[in-house]
């Protein structure tokens, strides 16, 4: 695994999580001096894109730069904590955080069914002031969020990351043209990408061309809290939102108040969405 930050602690070999959306390895850590030190190192191996076309081997590379980059420039207590800065080397980029456990993904994957009523809606509370932030202070767009970019720490606190795809000075009520088109269709599943997953994305990123804007995390928000709160916890969507209509949320599935903000959020036009 060799990259110098690995060489500065004991590392567990096996990562404890991995998946094609989220791109990077994610291992355990601790210090050597101070073992009870404990962190998490984000490592991504070149070798893992070899064999792709080098548009596309820079394009993902550049993606987890950014990703790596924005999170130490940006500090928020929702957001991931970089405690050591991006170390690229010719086989591999590294960093490492305040230590998490996994991603809201993995644990989705697990047992979508394992976390309590209340657990949930203090996650999804996490995730909305980390928007909240990115939108209002950093005048930012995630553009990526899903729950491969939600990480849990060991106190249970759900953490934004992954901004990779984020698109800064944007403003409320202003689509900006989008940097990459959602499910284009350029990856095959399994492959690895530098689009972030399309069917959390909003419709307005999977039109041609793309747009997309602070209002486009707002319906990636919705998409997630259906899939979290809703009464058999699957997925509203299972590929990008082409031809979107709120229609398709069963007002049975969910409770009477949050149907109401789904439709407010899910809506198939970004003017239409309530801000957090």
Not at 80 to 100: D, G, M, Q
Not at 195 to 200: D, F, S, T
Not at 247 to 272: E, F, T
Request: glycine share 6%.
């Amino acid at each position: 695994m060799g990259n110098q930050i690995l060489t500065k602690y004991d590392v567990q070999k096996e990562p404890c999580y991995y998946s094609v959306e989220l791109k990077w390895r994610l291992h355990t850590a601790s210090s050597k001096e101070r073992p009870d030190d404990k962190l998490t190192i984000f490592l991504f191996e070149k070798k893992l894109i070899d064999k792709y076309s080098k548009n596309v081997k820079e394009n993902i590379l550049e993606t987890l730069r950014k990703d790596a980059s924005s999170l130490q420039r940006l500090r928020h207590p929702h957001l991931l904590s970089v405690v050591e800065a991006l170390v690229e080397e010719r086989s591999s980029l590294a960093f490492a955080t305040k230590p998490v456990v996994g991603t809201v993904a993995q644990l989705l994957e697990h047992n979508r069914h394992e976390l309590s009523p209340l657990e949930m809606k203090c996650g999804i509370l996490d995730a909305a002031e980390a928007l909240q932030f990115l939108h209002q202070d950093a005048k930012t767009a995630h553009l990526g969020f899903s729950p491969y970019s939600l990480f849990i720490d060991p106190q249970g606190k759900w953490l934004l990351g992954s901004l990779g795809n984020s698109l800064s000075g944007v403003q409320w009520g202003q689509l900006v043209d989008c940097p990459f088109a959602s499910g284009s269709g350029d990856s095959s599943p399994g492959q690895l990408s530098a689009e972030p997953p399309a069917r959390y994305a909003a419709p307005e990123m999977c039109q041609m061309p793309p747009r997309c804007g602070l209002e486009s995390d707002i319906f990636s928000l919705g998409l997630l809290t259906y899939e979290l709160m809703s009464n058999d916890r699957q997925p509203l969507l299972r590929s990008a939102p082409r031809g979107f209509t709120p229609g398709i949320i069963r007002q049975s599935s969910v409770s009477a108040d949050l149907y109401g903000v789904l439709m407010k959020v899910l809506s198939p036009m970004p003017n239409d969405r309530m801000n957090i």
